[in-house]
């Protein structure tokens, strides 16, 4: 058993058996696309030289790489850059240009227009002998690697149609959908621990749960109105102000400040709570507050009013969503950790893997 606890330590982590089921997702599990909620597809470079020859047998294909480019970007230096790289030319408005003579003459392509850098020009013969599908096998692979080393991930096949380079197809060997073609990062088990900055949900940092203020505790009697003090903060002598600024916002907005505050319409309630430009309300308040947190008194205070809330971004699940988009037979990580033991060993009992899950799933077990 780890003996080491702390605030996100659950019975899971405790008896360890939480890293084995993090190992077990890292090695089986299926990416789905946050789009179009489909299983993402991953290829190997074997898999993905074997479909190109099938399909551009007796073709010309040009391997590149879309630029990464933004509004800043200068051309001139961008190109000088690829020079050095050892890059010679790249594809624009379907037309092939040598970047030196882009160097001597920048007006010739200045454009907005999407650029891809050459990274191999292949001629597959109709019929590739043996020795020559080797050696072509390994100019692809290198050539396809070289391409995916830029920032989008990915290899842009042209092929020549009508005097022209018309994109034809893009690939990686990261996960990516079939549909939508959203990439996704590859995972390691690190990445499904809440314990880790890398898996845990950005908004509850793993916690499941964040502090927000709690309307029951700033407003502990609501059988008194605004003006009697029913926002309890804003009778403290270091809000005060607030209370006179609340009561000048409610005779603008037409809010009965005489009126007991539980007895108030629910828009006015979210009006005084929520706020709006006019008013911070009580949440834009303490958001104030925080700025100031590194004072004690001002933590104690702050600490009076607010409760543990169910994060709105995980669901309590802890993990970031992209993680969450990993399953193992449609289930995810945390769905799986929310079983009783008798489902848990249903789930197990009745996993359909391929014969290579199989393999690594009982390498794990």
């Given at each position: 058993i780890n003996p080491v606890r702390n605030a996100r330590a659950t019975v899971g982590t405790t008896t360890e058996i939480f890293d084995y089921l993090r190992l077990l997702y890292e090695k089986?599990?299926?990416?789905?696309?946050?789009?179009?909620n489909l299983p993402k597809v991953r290829h190997t470079l074997g898999e993905i030289f074997a479909k190109s020859i099938e399909k551009y047998l007796g073709q010309t294909l040009l391997i590149s790489a879309r630029y990464p480019q933004t509004v800043q970007t200068d051309e001139e230096q961008l190109f000088k850059e690829l020079l050095k790289s050892g890059y010679s030319r790249c594809l624009r408005k379907s037309q092939v240009f040598l970047i030196e003579d882009i160097l001597k003459n920048p007006s010739r392509i200045r454009s907005r227009a999407p650029l891809f850098i050459i990274i191999d020009r292949l001629k597959i013969a109709p019929q590739p002998e043996p020795n020559a599908l080797e050696k072509l096998q390994t100019r692809f692979t290198q050539a396809v690697q070289s391409a995916m080393q830029f920032k989008n991930a990915e290899a842009v096949f042209f092929v020549e149609k009508h005097a022209k380079w018309t994109l034809s197809d893009t690939v990686t060997t990261q996960s990516r959908c079939p549909k939508c073609h959203e990439l996704s990062n590859p995972s390691t088990a690190i990445s499904f621990s809440f314990n880790s900055p890398l898996?845990?949900?950005?908004?509850?940092?793993?916690?499941?749960?964040?502090?927000?203020?709690?309307?029951?505790l700033v407003v502990p009697n609501p059988q008194l109105s605004i003006s009697e003090g029913a926002i309890d903060p804003f009778t403290k002598p270091s809000l005060r102000r607030w209370q006179r600024k609340l009561m000048m916002f409610c005779e603008i907005a037409r809010i009965d400040a005489d009126l007991p505050y539980r007895e108030l319409p629910e828009a006015h309630r979210r009006l005084v709570f929520d706020g709006e430009k006019r008013f911070r309300g009580v949440r834009g308040v303490f958001k104030m507050l925080e700025a100031e947190k590194y004072k004690m008194r001002i933590r104690v205070f702050v600490s009076r009013y607010v409760s543990p809330f169910l994060c709105t971004l995980c669901k309590g699940a802890r993990l970031n969503p992209e993680v969450l988009r990993i399953k193992v037979g449609e289930t995810s990580i945390s769905e799986l950790c929310d079983k009783t033991l008798a489902e848990c060993d249903h789930f197990i009992e009745t996993l359909v893997l391929t014969t290579e899950q199989r393999q690594i799933y009982c390498e794990v077990r």
């Open positions: 089986i599990g299926v990416q789905y696309c946050s789009k179009c898996g845990a949900c950005p908004h509850c940092k793993g916690f499941g749960n964040t502090l927000e203020v709690d309307e029951e």
